[in-house]
C-alpha cells in the first residue's frame, strides 16, 4: 500500500517527483528497496482508498503523516494543499491525532493546523504566505475576488495583491487569459506583485521584504501611517 498516497499527492502537487513511496505494513520485518520505504503501522478502514486499481492512503491520513514527518514549512504546504484537495478542514487531523496517540512527530499538530489555510490555490501560494507571516507582517486575504477573478494574496483596503508566477504562464493560450484578467486588475485600481519561484523557494526572506515595502508605499499614497498597517487592513 502506498502510505503516502500519490494518487492524492500529485493532485495535490505538494510532493517532489523523486519522493520515494511509503509502504505501510502491520508488522514484521520487510526492507525497503531503491525507491521504497516500508515502515510498520496501522490504518483505519476510512483511511485508505484506491487510484487506478491501487490501495493507497486518503488524503486525510497522507496530510496526517506529511505533517508528522516533514519540516513545519512543508507540512503546512501539505496539509494546505491536500485539505484542499480532499475537502477536509485542517483541525480533522487533530481528530485523527487521537487514533495514533503517540506518533512521532504529532505533538506539532496544533501549530500547523493553526497556520493551515485550504483556501490556498497552490503550495507556491502557501510559501508566500508563510513568507509573509513568518516576517511578522499583516496576514493577506485569501482568494479575494474581483469580478470574474480571484487573487491569490491581497491587502484589499489597499488594493494590493501578491501571486506566483509559475511556469504555467507561459503557455500561449495562458497567456492571453492573464493579458485580459491583468487589464481588469488595473481598471479596478489594483497593484499586482509577483514571484518567481526561485524568490519564493530560496529567498523568503527577499519576499518579506518586498511585500513589506509594497505595503508601506501603499499606506503612504493613501496618506495612512505604515507603522500601524495592520489597523488600515
Do not use: K
Amino acid at each position: 500500500m502506498n502510505e503516502l498516497g500519490q494518487g492524492s499527492v500529485q493532485e495535490a502537487s505538494c510532493g517532489p517527483p523523486d519522493a520515494l513511496v511509503d509502504v505501510v505494513v502491520p508488522g514484521g520485518q520487510q526492507r525497503g528497496q531503491p525507491g521504497l520505504r516500508v515502515r510498520r503501522g496501522r490504518l483505519f478502514a476510512d483511511e485508505i482508498t484506491g487510484v487506478a486499481g491501487v490501495r493507497v492512503t486518503s488524503a486525510r491520513r497522507t496530510a496526517f503523516d506529511l505533517a508528522c514527518r516533514c519540516t513545519l514549512s512543508d507540512a503546512i504546504v501539505a496539509v494546505d494543499a491536500l485539505a484542499r484537495v480532499g475537502e477536509f478542514e485542517p483541525d480533522e487531523l487533530l481528530v485523527m491525532r487521537t487514533r495514533h496517540l503517540g506518533a512521532r512527530g504529532s505533538a506539532r499538530l496544533p501549530e500547523i493546523v493553526r497556520r493551515a489555510d485550504r483556501r490556498s490555490g497552490s503550495p507556491m501560494e502557501t510559501r508566500i504566505r508563510l513568507a509573509i507571516a513568518d516576517a511578522g507582517l499583516p496576514c493577506p486575504t485569501l482568494q479575494h475576488p474581483v469580478g470574474p477573478y480571484a487573487l491569490d494574496l491581497s491587502y484589499p483596503a489597499l488594493l494590493l495583491a501578491f501571486e506566483y508566477n509559475g511556469g504555467d504562464h507561459l503557455d500561449p493560450t495562458r497567456a492571453l487569459r492573464d493579458l485580459a484578467r491583468e487589464a481588469h486588475l488595473a481598471r479596478a485600481g489594483w497593484r499586482v506583485v509577483r514571484f518567481s519561484a526561485v524568490e519564493v523557494h530560496r529567498h523568503p526572506e527577499r519576499v518579506a521584504a518586498r511585500v513589506r515595502r509594497e505595503l508601506e508605499a501603499a499606506c503612504r499614497v493613501r496618506g495612512l501611517d505604515p507603522e500601524r498597517l495592520a489597523g488600515h487592513l
